[in-house]
C-alpha cells in the first residue's frame, strides 16, 4: 500500500527537525500556521515557530512517528499519529513523551503538502 503524500511530507519533517535543519522544518508550515506548543497555548508565526523549534532542537531532541493515519479530501488532510518525542537527559538515559497528534495539512498551489494546524498534543488539549 502506497503511502499518503502527508506522511511522506511528515517524515521529511521528522528528518530535517532530528537533524536540526531549522530552515527545512519551517518549510513544513505555512505562513499562518498554528502550532499547540503546550496543551494550553499555541503559537502562530514563523518567528516564533523558529524560536520554539530551535530551541528543542538545540536540547538534542528528536522526533519519532510510530503510527499514522491520513484522512484527506481534496487540498485538506487530518493527519493522526501516535509519536515519540525522545530528549537526552543531562548526563544520562533519554526522556520520552509519548503523544497522540491531530493535524491539518493543506495542499499549496505548488503541490505541497504544509501545516496548517499541528496539534501535537492532541485530545491533552481538552484536559486543559
Known sequence: ???????QCVAELDAAFNRGDIE???DHYEDAAVVMVAP????SGKDNLRAFFELFMTSGSTAKQDRMHVTAQGDLALYLSHWTLTTPGPGGPAGEQHHVATSVFRRGI?????????NSFGPLVLER
Open 40 to 43: 494550553d497555548r499555541s503559537i
Open 24 to 26: 527545512s522544518v519551517l
Open 110 to 118: 505548488d503541490g505541497r503538502w504544509r501545516l496548517v494546524i499541528d
Open 1 to 7: 500500500m502506497a503511502i499518503h503524500p502527508v506522511e
